[in-house]
Each structure stands twice: as C-alpha cells, then as structure tokens.
C-alpha cells in the first residue's frame, strides 16, 4: 500500500493519519465496529473513554490477526465517540497506542462524534476497512 501525505494538505494531524492511501487491487476485509467487550462479553471500563479505547483498539486487534494480517494493511479506520469533546482525542490515541504501539495504523482516518452507539455504555466504536493481498 502507499501512503501519502502531500504538501498540499495540511501536516497538523499526519503523525496519526495517512490523507491518502492506494491500495494495490487485493481482497477487502471490513472489520465491522468493534467495542469495549472482552471475548466473555463483559464491557470494560464502564464511563471511561481511555479504557474503553484501550479494549476496542485491542479488539481491532484481534480482528486482524482472526484474517492473519496486521494494522499495516487497514486502509480506512474510522473512529466513533460518544458526546465527542477534543479533550477526548489525547486519551483514545493514547489507548491504540498502548496497543499497537510502533505499529499504530498510519491510515486513512475519520475521527467522528456520535450522539449514542448501540448501547447506552458503549463510549467508543471503530471500524476498519483491510487490504488482504491475493
């Protein structure tokens, strides 16, 4: 995959996302929105952001090697949060940091603001787009 960051657009968020990203012609996996339950179905971190991000970003995780490939591959991520404030934004980078650590998914992102998930506890929710190469 390539990953671009032209000139032309701005720099102020590229160390978190890529602005453009080709992926070669392949199988897509979509990784539907994943949430703060562990494999028991137990929520973590009830009311707090930064867990919850944690559980979800490790669930997305799982996902990836459940199709035996790694967050390189994601081409799309988008991020969904609950009465978003920008307060918020540290915290859950910080969680998928925690998780992915060197490998944290340089890719096509949208980080967006929701009024409610599925359920009334669940604060954080990420889905994924994947190029599977053939």
Not at 37 to 56: D, I, R, S
Not at 108 to 116: C, D, E, K, L, R
Request: overall charge negative.
């Amino acid at each position: 995959m390539k990953k671009i960051n032209p000139d032309t657009l701005t720099s102020t968020v590229t160390s978190l996302i890529s602005q453009i990203v080709v992926a070669p012609v392949s199988t897509l996996a979509f990784i539907s929105g994943q949430v703060a339950l562990n494999e028991k179905g137990e929520l973590m971190g009830e009311g707090n952001y930064g867990v919850q991000a944690k559980q979800v970003f490790f669930n997305l995780k799982l996902a990836l090697e459940a199709i035996a490939t790694g967050p390189e591959n994601i081409v799309q991520m988008k991020i969904h949060v609950v009465n978003h404030r920008p307060e918020l934004v540290d915290s859950i980078f910080k969680a998928g940091f925690e998780v992915f650590g060197d490998q944290w998914p340089l890719t096509a992102s949208t980080f967006i603001g929701v009024q409610a998930l599925g359920f009334e506890e669940w604060l954080v929710e990420v889905d994924a787009i994947v190029s599977i190469s053939n």
